[in-house]
T-cell receptor
């Protein structure tokens, strides 16, 4: 089992560019989440999904879009990147009946210049 | 104020016990968690405790919950250099059960 994988690991964008971060899990988890982590801050939830074809907003959803077309994949899109979106992005997944037990990917470090 | 608060740094000597503290504001918190983040990695769930418990022990880890004071602590016995990491306290409540994280406590273990 690969667990939760994220691509890419690093990326540098110019302001206004767009990109998509991919998260994949092979544990058949129903729930998937996208978080961002900024220096000295806890993780903040951007969006999450409770199942294929469904998405919901988290604490800081502005400037991001997500899609869950397949159960194992959860995509995070930035349509027009801004320097404020410089962060480390973590994807996580969990079973629906064990939401407290989240499995995290290794993270994507994004810099927007 | 923040929903989950914890001190930012803790430094201990190898072999000593470490105690990382956390306070939270939501009195309806159902689950409380401790996650560990090693450098360059994602978070890993260390342990969790239900709000109807006051203690949970798992090998070198002891979690204490004071629900009246909304205080959670993580004690690591015989701390090793491999325990150096950032430890996140988190809580969840209500129907979503999605955790709210604190800012993390950076534990530094000196030889």
């Amino acid at each position: 089992n690969a667990g939760v994988t994220q691509t890419p690991k690093f990326r540098v964008l110019k302001t206004g560019q767009s990109m998509t971060l991919l998260c994949a899990q092979d544990m058949n988890h129903e729930y998937m989440y996208w978080y961002r982590q900024d220096p000295g801050m806890g993780l903040r939830l951007i969006h999450y999904s409770v199942g294929e074809g469904t998405t919901a907003k988290g604490e800081v959803p502005d400037g991001y879009n997500v899609s869950r077309l397949k159960k194992q994949n959860f995509l995070l899109g930035l349509e027009s990147a801004a320097p404020s979106q410089t962060s480390v992005y973590f994807c996580a997944s969990s079973y629906a009946d064990r939401k407290y037990e989240q499995y995290f990917g290794p993270g994507t470090r994004l810099t927007v210049t | 104020g923040e929903d989950v608060e914890q001190s930012l740094f803790l430094s201990v000597r190898e072999g000593d016990s470490s105690v990382i503290n956390c306070t939270y504001t939501d009195s309806s918190s159902t689950y409380l968690y401790w996650y560990k983040q090693e450098p360059g990695a994602g978070l890993q769930l260390l342990t969790y405790i239900f709000s109807n418990m006051d203690m949970k022990q798992d090998q070198r880890l002891t979690v204490l919950l004071n629900k009246k004071d909304k205080h959670l602590s993580l004690r690591i016995a015989d701390t090793q250099t491999g325990d150096s990491a950032i430890y996140f306290c988190a809580e969840s409540s209500g129907g979503s059960y999605i955790p709210t994280f604190g800012r993390g406590t950076s534990l530094i273990v000196h030889p």
